[in-house]
């Protein structure tokens, strides 16, 4: 298909452009096929390019022979373009509608875009599987590397690799995919090396009505305690929400059949609530209103806050199990793709250390979200403006986001990544010139050879100037778990996303410059006091007779 | 003490609100002026100390397991929650401290009898430290247009006024004393705030005595003189905080608010703050919300929201806004009042100086701005408070609403404000405390005895102003210049956990930032001493240069790198490293506390 089709109107001149504070620019409006750039054609002003896929929806006005549009972004962004004749307006928007909304993954822009900077680690090698069991390795050897899943047969959300108890057989572990949904057999999600506790996820048991069990599967997970030791299994749904899918052929781990485990059930939404959810609190966010009870009972009833509580208490709860209990734990809901790798990733950012730097962060991006199969294609295809009924979409990775960024605002120092590296990954999920959200699981990522034909995101953020700008200049590295409050008090609105596009953050943007100033001048002088001393110890040395002061 | 009928209970348990496993056992004495509760622990010495005078409310609960359960509620928000093993000894400790927590004589409080190792020269210095006749001479006053005036000295045309007052050089005493009558207490209009640059004036009263129809000649001439004062503007505005259904209500009572046909040249404004009992209950309702015990998110939001609190802090907050933009933008006069001129309208008119002068938002400046709209203009500290027994329905937080107005703003402006959230929160405590002699009685004329014979929070405050320091404050910052324009978008408003859950230490952040850049700051400067000293000795030695202008003549000197990190002597490195060592466990405060 050719782009060209799609585009009637390719240029229009004198477009306005307004945007959240920032001055209006007039200029000329084209069209390609990844992009809608606005340029003033003078070299100071500052010229737009919106990806197409960032687009939410579009809302077009007409007044006389005025058109607008206006633009509503995945990145919750929203401009409008005045744009003079009628026809030309209704050509661009329905230009715009057609190219936002691409079916085929291949016409997405990642294939077409070109690095404009030097790849000098190319992400796509960054995080293999292979590499992290070394790390793993070093620390255990009660745990084997599987090819079980080489050719995705197995567990078609799964990556090629995984790890498993040593003791199991790849023949066991095609028995327990029969019984997990999707083929998700429990596999190792974390290991904490202080104690040797382990966090395990999966998919639901398929035990149905009549309690279908499944020896290979008990043993599986039997095989991670230690002798008289019990585990904990986290249940991400209700009892209630569990009990229901055994008519679907789910279902739940029976206290008969998995004596030595302890199962808890949280209630963490998924799906459909959720993007409701999101769409609530935008709005309630964008209500300009300026009435108090409004503003808080809208807020209240998005439920958005509701939600972050109870995924980190639950996190905190695994953690909790592994850390404080010394037990290990077993992760699932439904799927296993969604609430079970918000658990288990939060879960990982409290008890180790390392997932707190910005590398570690991507690994653990990396590991439990792109590789454990968080279908990133289908949940971030629409975000909170899009008129169309809901189908996959829900803001998991958002919601995950935004629970670190809670911990963030907790252990402002411990973390070795600043807030702008959290929005960073939430606007490359829903829309980006790289391919590192692209597909729904490693089996679909290998089909489409993204890592031959398109850029990882890692590629670009691991440069100098990126990390650079992405650190947090507070951080001191802490050892410790880091146990955050769930209590309501201390869960804020993260307002870099949600109220990004609704206030200024100027006055908050200089505070944090100052910040920086006060901890790079007390660097610099650190240097200097560093180097004279450097010299007096030289000058004694060459003459023993001078005495220091 | 007579009041004291039980000085010491043992094996008193001191709940955890939170997690019933952090309880506490230890002994319980009660003091003249303090509850006092001693942690057993061996080793620890662990002491909860509660000023009597604190103490808002005290409730025994049904008997448990552990004990007779006591409650204290504070005023500064701490709750405690006591389980004492006998019922007799419950009994008498409630009591007690029933007595001992309403005073009912100013001669009872504590301020009488505290006494820090200072003498009696130098406590006399203390209260010389505020002078507000500076701060109006920092405004230019007097001048060609404002003049103090002597007609307040002996409190005689209102008793609840400072004696010192400025008004508008035309304004005669007659006119004075002719608009006192029609003003509700006497409290007849009068300078808060002056413009330097563009000579608009924030003026400052009670309700008039209008009634349906009554008129009076001389107040008409008072708000003439206002408006003549400022020779650039041919308009004022009279601004009535109060909702306009009260001020209605008030007609009947013959008093009322001012029609725009009598006063020339005056444009009239209904602001809608609610009356001092619609705060009291919406308080207390955030309160209740604040102390659930494990809430859902819902349940805080809807409680948040149902209280109705941080609606009101909006309109005290827009109320500041829209005479600041009176002042700074338009140019023009305003006479701001609600019924007395003592609740709402000294909020939004030290709010609008807040908002306006960056002098306010200074350390100096804060303490200087409580200290004329609030305590010489006669805010009935003792009566909102709660100081000595009394009248319930004149308790009210006002001053808690302007404490936290600031807070939202330095909230929004965080490089704007000298001073950081503990000085807020420090001034509120001591507001109600009865520690320093500031804040006690109602009005300037109650207060006269007192400043002889106590101590002042200001100075106090002064003395330790390092722990009040934002670092992140620069006089020179844009931020700091020139007038405030907040938003008022209801998202700008957040809930101050830092005053009203002051005393859950789980649920604040676990590492300040704010106490990182201290440390880092007293580094620096431990940094530029040494820098200094270094610099001095390497220029008694030959060949060696500053760092900065040529580090080739060094290596040309051969490198042997005896290098010696560097550690600065004294303690702020060390604090930093066990700062982060026990940051997850402990608050930084206390760690940084414990150091020093």
């Given amino acids: 298909m050719e782009f ?32 809608l750039i606005l340029s003033s054609r003078q070299d100071n002003t500052e010229e737009l390019w919106l990806l197409h896929s960032n687009i939410d929806s579009i809302e077009k006005r007409f007044v006389g022979s005025l058109g ?21 307006c209704l050509n661009i928007a329905s230009s715009i509608e057609a190219l936002s909304t691409l079916d085929s993954v291949s016409l997405m822009y990642p294939f077409f875009y070109r690095p404009m900077f030097e790849v000098i680690e190319d992400g796509w090698n960054s995080f293999l599987p292979e590499d992290a069991f070394k790390d793993l390795e070093s620390m255990t050897d009660e745990w084997r590397l599987s090819e079980v899943n080489k050719d995705f047969s197995v567990c078609p959300s799964y990556p090629p690799l995984v790890a498993v108890p040593k003791d199991i057989d790849d023949e066991t572990l095609r028995k327990v995919a029969t019984f997990r949904h999707g083929g998700r057999f429990p596999v190792l999600s974390y290991y904490h090396k202080k104690n040797g506790m382990v966090m395990m996820r999966a998919g639901q048991p398929l035990t149905g009505t009549n309690g279908r069990r499944c020896k290979e599967d008990e043993k599986l997970i039997n095989a991670t305690l230690r002798p008289g030791k019990r585990g904990y299994i986290i249940d991400t749904r209700t009892i209630n929400v569990a009990q229901q899918a055994k008519a679907r052929g789910g279902g739940i781990e029976s206290e008969a059949n998995y004596p030595q485990w302890r199962r808890i059930h949280k209630a963490i939404e998924r799906s459909n609530v959720l993007q409701e959810s999101l769409i609530k609190l935008v709005e309630a966010c964008n209500d300009q209103s300026h009435n108090m009870d409004r503003w808080l009972s809208k807020l209240e009833a998005s439920n958005w806050q509701t939600h972050v509580k109870e995924i980190l208490t639950t996190a905190c709860l695994a953690a909790q199990c592994i850390d404080r209990e010394g037990a290990s734990v077993l992760v699932h809901g439904t799927e296993g793709t969604d609430t079970t790798l918000q658990v288990t990733s939060l879960a990982q950012i ?104 398109t850029v990882s995101l890692w590629s670009w953020v691991n440069r100098h100037q990126e990390i650079e700008r992405l650190t947090n200049p507070l951080f001191e590295a802490n050892s410790l778990v880091i146990w955050p409050s769930v209590a309501p008090q201390s869960l804020l609105l993260w307002e870099g996303v949600f109220l990004r596009w609704n206030r200024s953050s100027k006055c908050l943007d200089e505070a944090y410059e100052e910040m920086v100033h006060i901890i790079e001048y007390n660097k610099e002088l650190q240097n200097k006091v560093n180097s004279l001393r450097r010299q007096l110890a030289q000058l004694e040395t060459e003459d023993p007779l001078l005495q220091t002061p | 003490m007579e009041f004291i009928r039980l000085p010491k209970v043992e094996n008193v348990k001191l709940l955890d609100r939170v997690s019933p496993r952090r309880s506490r056992v230890g002994t319980l004495y009660l003091t003249a002026t303090h509850t006092i509760f001693v942690e057993n622990e061996a080793g620890v010495r662990n002491e909860t100390w509660v000023l009597h005078s604190l103490v808002c409310s005290l409730e025994k609960q049904a008997a448990t397991s552990s004990g007779y359960p006591l409650l204290i509620h504070c005023k500064n928000f701490q709750v405690l929650h006591f389980a004492i093993p006998r019922e007799q000894e419950c009994q008498d400790v409630h009591l007690s401290l029933q007595r001992l927590s309403q005073p009912e004589s100013y001669e009872e409080l504590y301020c009488f009898s505290y006494k820090p190792n200072v003498d009696d020269e130098e406590r006399q210095n203390e209260w010389d430290f505020m002078n507000l006749k500076a701060d109006y001479s920092r405004m230019g006053l007097p001048n060609a247009h404002w003049k103090l005036s002597p007609a307040n000295r002996n409190y005689k045309v209102s008793d609840t006024y400072p004696a010192d007052l400025f008004v508008p050089e035309s304004a005669t005493p007659p006119v004075i004393v002719g608009s006192s009558k029609f003003r509700s207490r006497g409290r007849f209009p009068t300078l808060s705030y002056y413009s330097k640059e563009n000579h608009a004036a924030i003026c400052r009263s009670s309700q008039p005595l209008s009634g349906f129809s009554a008129r009076c000649l001389e107040d008409e001439q008072m708000l003439e003189a206002i408006l003549r004062s400022n020779p650039c503007s041919d308009f004022m505005y009279v601004v009535d905080t109060r909702p306009k259904l009260n001020a209605i209500a008030n007609r009947a009572a013959g008093k009322g608010y001012e029609n725009e046909d009598n006063y020339s040249n005056i444009k009239f404004q209904f602001i809608g703050i609610e009356n001092i009992h619609v705060m009291r209950n919406s308080q207390q309702k955030m309160l209740e919300v604040c102390e659930l015990r494990s809430p859902s998110m819902s349940d805080f939001l809807e409680g948040l929201e149902s209280s109705g609190w941080l609606k009101h802090i909006k309109a005290v907050l827009d109320a500041g806004i829209f005479i600041t933009k009176a002042v ?29 002068d960056p002098y306010y938002r200074t350390l100096q400046g804060l303490m200087v701005l409580i200290e004329k709209d609030w305590i010489s203009f006669g805010h009935k500290f003792s009566h909102r408070c709660n100081h000595l027994v009394g009248d319930p329905k004149e308790v009210s937080p006002v001053i808690d609403q302007f404490l936290e107005c600031v807070w939202q703003l330095m909230e929004q402006f965080p490089c704007a404000f000298e001073f950081n959230e503990r000085f807020l929160i420090t001034i509120h405590s001591h507001i109600y405390s009865c520690q320093y002699g500031n804040f006690i009685g109602n009005n300037q004329r109650e207060r006269i005895q007192v400043h002889q014979r ?30 405030l324009r907040p938003s008022t978008a209801p998202y700008c408003f957040k809930f101050w956990r830092g005053l009203y859950n002051r005393f859950d230490q789980g649920i604040h952040p676990r590492q300040s930032v704010e106490d990182y850049l201290r440390t880092i700051q007293e580094e620096t400067q431990q940094l530029e001493e040494q820098l200094a000293s270094h610099k001095q000795v390497n220029f008694k030695l030959p060949l060696i240069m500053d760092p900065d202008s040529d580090e080739a003549v ?43």
Avoid at chain 1, 68 to 88: A, T
């Fill in chain 1, 4 to 35: 060209a089709e799609l585009i009637k109107t390719p240029r229009v001149d004198g477009v306005v452009l307004h945007r959240p504070f920032l001055p209006t620019v007039e200029g000329t409006l084209c069209l390609t096929g990844h992009h």
């Fill in chain 1, 68 to 88: 607008s549009i206006i633009v509503k972004c995945k990145d919750l962004r929203v401009i409008q373009l005045d744009i003079p004749g009628m026809e030309e």
């Fill in chain 1, 350 to 453: 409290i008890l180790d250390p390392s997932c707190r730097t910005i590398r570690g962060f991507q690994g653990l991006v990396e590991r439990e979200w792109l590789q454990a199969g968080h279908p990133f294609q289908q949940r971030c295809a629409q975000s909170a403006y899009s008129n169309s009924k809901p189908r996959q979409e829900a803001p998991v990775f958002l919601l995950f986001l935004d629970c670190v960024w809670q911990i963030l605002r907790q252990f402002p120092c411990s973390f070795e990544f600043s807030e702008s590296y959290l929005v960073l990954l939430f606007e490359h999920a829903y829309a980006s010139q790289f391919g590192t959200f692209l597909g729904n699981s490693a089996a679909e990522r290998a089909k489409l050879s993204l890592p031959e034909k």
């Fill in chain 2, 328 to 356: 700074a933008e338009e140019g023009v006069s305003v006479l701001v009042h609600c019924s007395d001129g003592w609740d709402r309208t000294a909020q939004v008119c030290s709010v609008a100086c807040v908002l306006l």
């Fill in chain 2, 454 to 483: 106590t101590h002042s929070l200001w100075s106090y405050l002064w003395t330790n102003r390092t722990d009040y320091i934002n670092p992140l404050y620069r006089p020179d910052h844009s931020q700091t210049q020139g007038l």
């Fill in chain 2, 554 to 596: 060094y290596s040309a000197r051969g490198s042997n790198d005896q290098t010696l990190p560097f550690q600065p002597s004294s303690s702020a490195r060390i604090n930093l490293h066990f700062f982060f060592a026990c940051g997850v466990f402990a608050t930084h405060t206390l760690v940084s506390k414990c150091l020093l």
